[in-house]
């Protein structure tokens, strides 16, 4: 189905009362619940589901089979790799309605989460930070941060580029791609030029 404004594959479904964005395509058996937002120039990759009160910035690239619950934010430029899970309640039962329970999840502009990474509900963040495929995210995360591992710890800091960045003894780092200067003060990273 193309609309004006964006391109719907045939197999998808879209419930009434979505936002979806200027020049967004949503692919296969993709799934988008009543009342998100998604942004501009978005693609949601082969069978994503978008839960009720999602809300997905501009040029956010959704990777296949993954599942966006209610309570996750993502602002723009974020990267969502494939089969990445977010979750929305801190202790599940099948029993036990807990809809009042889901926890915020906010992804800031710029970052992006590898492939099978889980993020545990509640847990921020931050911009331009990279989560490692497979990656289980338990606790907040640091602009331009590099994290690993289950559960997920710091091993490094990346530019806005998705390079590693090695800082001097003065707390200094060029990305040698862009040659953007970065500076490390405090534990945490600021974009100087």
Known sequence: MTTASYFAHETSVIDDNCKIGVGTNIWHFSHIMSDCEIGERCNLGQNVVVSPKVILGN????????SIYTGVVCEDDVFLGPSMVFTNIVNPRSAIIRRDDYKI???KRGASIGANATIICG?????FALIGAGA????NVAAYALVVGNPSKQIGWVSEYGHRLEF???GFATCFESQEKYQLKDNKVTKIS
Do not use: H, P, R, W
């Open 59 to 66: 040029n956010v690239k959704v990777q296949n089979n993954v």
């Open 105 to 107: 999840t906010l992804v």
């Open 123 to 127: 847990n921020n963040i931050g911009e």
């Open 136 to 139: 289980v995210v338990t606790k």
């Open 168 to 170: 001097d003894k003065n």
